[in-house]
């Protein structure tokens, strides 16, 4: 089974019909590029996606659930940055992740350790934030939409203004949440170049 449905998703703003028809479902381990121009309508849709804004016509269904009919049950299996982490500049990642985890009903220190480990910051996670680098960044923006253990991670555009280590970094740990925690993943991007390494 699919664990992300998308079918026939219509958004407009005012007369703009922004999105038409869009119709998508993507599998457990299995890594879906959402490729577009800016402007393209790629945020719109995973906005609509994770409930951010209402649907005009069409359905979206995560893990079985319908995000409309049962938002709680949907969104509880999912992982997502959109746009850019939010994290807190003057906090140590490791404090972020507790955060993050405390918003969560069963996130053990072990849990906490283990996305550390996913994400390559085991030797930076006691830095404040606001020495790491953009790239160190977003892989804990990965870290913190993972530490629930979602089936599903969104990511907008995951290497936007990242030097090529950064975005070798990245790729690597979407690769290894596909292959070996299975999870479903949409990546957008304005780059295919860019996604055709996955």
Known sequence: MSLVEVKNLNKKFGKKQ??????????EGEILGFIGPNGAGKTTAIKLMLGLQSIDSGT???????????FEDAIRRVGAIVESPDLYMYLTGRQ???LI???YPNVTKERIDEVIKIVGLEKRIDDKVSKYSLGMRQRLGIAASIIHNPKILILDE????????GIKDVREIIIKLANKEKMALLISSHNLSELDNF
């Open 60 to 70: 979206v269904t995560i893990d079985g659930y319908d995000i409309n009919n049962n």
């Open 101 to 103: 985890a405390n918003l």
């Open 18 to 27: 922004v999105l038409h028809d869009v119709t998508f479902e993507i599998n």
């Open 96 to 98: 972020n992740l507790q």
């Open 158 to 165: 995951p290497t936007n203004g990242l030097d090529p280590e």
